[in-house]
């Protein structure tokens, strides 16, 4: 069963709460980014047109008959005229306050008597000599965003002779934060309630949706489910592969990877940019009612079995799964080759039974010199044939395979003949198997093309035995030929008969091609197994034609590495 939990914070969350709740934060996010430029914008447009105001309020202040006269002459916490002056300024421009400075810069007069005698704002001192100065100015040791920093003017007061009496200034205290956030709190609120109903809304529709497409099945129930297919395809021994309609590898699983040799990761590519054999291309693109189809790829023998997918009438992704047989076809070439051996052992016993009856006739009649020379022509006759082989070849497995083949082809009226030049060291398990896969396939398929060429009198096994031993010609050749040396193992195998068509010499070792059938009913994988082997073992196989006293041979080649070897 399929799990469908999600918890996050010890509670399960739905889809639709999940999106929500993200675009709540992100709206909260958003307004107090909003917030902040508001501020800053605020802030920006504060100091400005504030600036413009108390810089017009300080010229009025320092242009004012009464203080141009009478501060040369102040006093601090002396009341004069001066007093009434400043008050009279901050009460018609509406700011915040007001004063009178030395020329020292010492407050003098101020409309906030705890002022009077503190130095003036360092930011202005320019004004004691002569220049203006509009800004933001620190009244105490706190900052700038204190509620004692403020946009402040100051402007030099000149006497009748143009003498610098003093300095006027005139400013407005700056908000704080707080104060300015109070301000745009209510605009603030009303954009975070119209922006969380429309959030609301949109993550509920959003989610119906996400649903609808995925099948009514929660975010956590998507990612269990993405775990558990990833588990399965880690676990099936089968490769699987998905396209979708377009071509475009959806799904690859680990074993698929390994098996067509993949460098990278293939999904989301076509598969056309995959560099795969074009055997293998159209069996992933085009489904078979056939069936289970088997592809050689490399030195791999495949079985694909490919499948469309459909939804709603119309065609979604084709499915391939494959398996490799690589193994199982070798295992089942060494059956064929138990398989012969076998019937040649009870073509033998056959054989022994009819000899048997005639020893035990001879005995009846008390031919005991007849029996005698029959038993020495038939150990004679047995001798030969394998003392033909194991002279030549040293390993067990390939000699017995060897004798089993000819006298199986006997039986079928072929002649099947071992080269004198042969030789061949003993071998290990592993090469031994390799070989007798080489040897098997490739007599098996020489004894077939000369039965095919034609029809054979049917001769007995001893004769055609004899034929080949003492040199005599018969219809249906095949010669073997097998040779060891420092670079590996070859064997030449040659029969007369039709031969191999010029077009069909690049396909006789393709996956599936037999003149008695398709790769559906079994045949045409001898050949393409055998060059299997050969790969595998560092080497190669070929087919080539050549004409010797007027007949013409087909000669297949098959080169292996060279290890492998005991002795």
């Known amino acids: 069963m399929i799990g469908r ?25 958003v307004l107090v980014v909003i917030s902040g430029l508001s501020l800053a914008q605020a802030s920006a447009t504060f100091q400005r047109e ?11 202040l320092a242009a004012s008959p009464t203080v141009r006269q ?8 002396i009341r004069t005229a001066l007093q009434g002056a400043v008050e009279s300024v901050r009460a018609v421009s509406g700011l915040d306050y007001a004063q009178l400075t030395d020329p020292d810069g010492i407050i003098v007069v101020a409309t906030d008597p705890s002022r009077v005698g503190q130095e003036s704002a360092a930011e202005g001192a320019g004004a004691r000599t002569g220049r203006s100065w509009t800004g933001l100015a620190e009244t105490s040791a706190n900052t700038a965003v204190s509620p004692d920093a403020s946009v402040q003017s100051q402007v030099p007061v000149l006497d009748a002779d143009g003498r610098i009496v003093g300095v006027a200034i ?9 104060e300015r956030l109070a301000q745009a709190t209510p605009d603030l609120v009303i954009y975070l309630a119209v922006a969380s109903v429309l959030g609301a809304v949109g993550s509920i529709l959003l989610a119906r949706r996400v649903k609808r497409q995925t099948m009514g099945m929660e975010a956590g129930e998507i990612v269990d489910l993405v775990r558990q297919r990833q588990a399965m395809l880690e676990g099936l021994k089968e490769a699987v592969v998905a396209l979708d309609p377009s071509g475009r590898v959806v799904l690859l699983s680990r074993s698929a990877h390994d098996m067509l040799g993949l460098d990278e990761d293939g999904v989301g590519r076509r598969v056309e940019e995959l560099g795969l054999d074009d055997r293998v291309l159209d069996v992933l693109r085009h489904p078979s009612d056939d069936g289970d189809q088997l592809v050689l790829t490399g030195d791999r023998i495949l079985v694909f079995n490919t499948v469309p997918i459909e939804a709603s009438g119309r065609k979604v992704a084709t499915v391939t799964t494959f398996r490799d047989r690589t193994e199982l076809s070798e295992v089942q070439s060494k059956l064929d080759i138990s398989r012969t051996s ?9 054989e022994f039974d009819n000899q048997l009856h005639t020893i035990s006739g001879l ?30 070849i040293d390993d067990l497995g390939v000699a017995a395979l060897l004798i089993a083949k000819i006298g199986a082809a006997a039986a079928r009226s072929v002649t099947v003949a071992l080269d004198d030049a042969s030789h061949l060291p003993r071998l290990d398990d592993d090469a031994s198997r390799d070989l007798c896969t080489v040897v098997g396939n490739l007599v098996d398929n020489a004894v077939d093309a000369v039965l095919e060429n034609q029809a054979v009198d049917a001769v007995l096994e001893n004769q055609a035995v004899d034929a080949v031993l003492e040199g005599q010609s018969v219809d249906a050749v095949v010669r073997v030929r097998i040779v060891a040396d420092a670079d590996g193992i ?18 006789v070792f393709e996956q599936g091609w037999s003149t008695k059938g398709t790769s559906l009913d079994g045949h045409g994988f001898g050949l393409a197994l055998v060059r299997v082997v050969c790969r595998r073992r560092g080497g190669e196989v070929g087919v080539s034609d050549r004409v010797e006293d007027g007949t013409r041979w087909t000669v297949f080649r098959a080169v292996t590495g060279s290890g492998g070897r005991t002795r």
């Open 50 to 60: 504030q600036g413009l105001r108390v810089q017009s309020a300080a010229e009025n």
């Open 170 to 178: 005139v400013g407005r205290e700056y908000p704080s934060v707080w």
């Open 363 to 392: 005995v009846q009649l008390g031919e005991y010199d007849e029996v005698e020379r029959y038993v020495d022509g038939i150990t004679e006759h047995r001798e030969r044939l394998t003392s033909t082989v194991t002279d030549r």
């Open 342 to 350: 076998s019937t040649a052992l009870r073509e033998h016993i056959h």
């Open 70 to 77: 009478l501060l040369a002459s102040a006093q601090p916490r």
């Open 5 to 29: 939990r999600l918890r996050i914070f010890g509670t399960r969350r739905t889809l639709s709460s999940q999106l929500l709740a993200l675009q709540l934060l992100i709206i909260v996010a």
């Open 490 to 507: 070859e064997v030449e195998v040659a029969d007369n008969g039709p031969g191999i068509g010029t077009e069909d010499a690049d396909r």
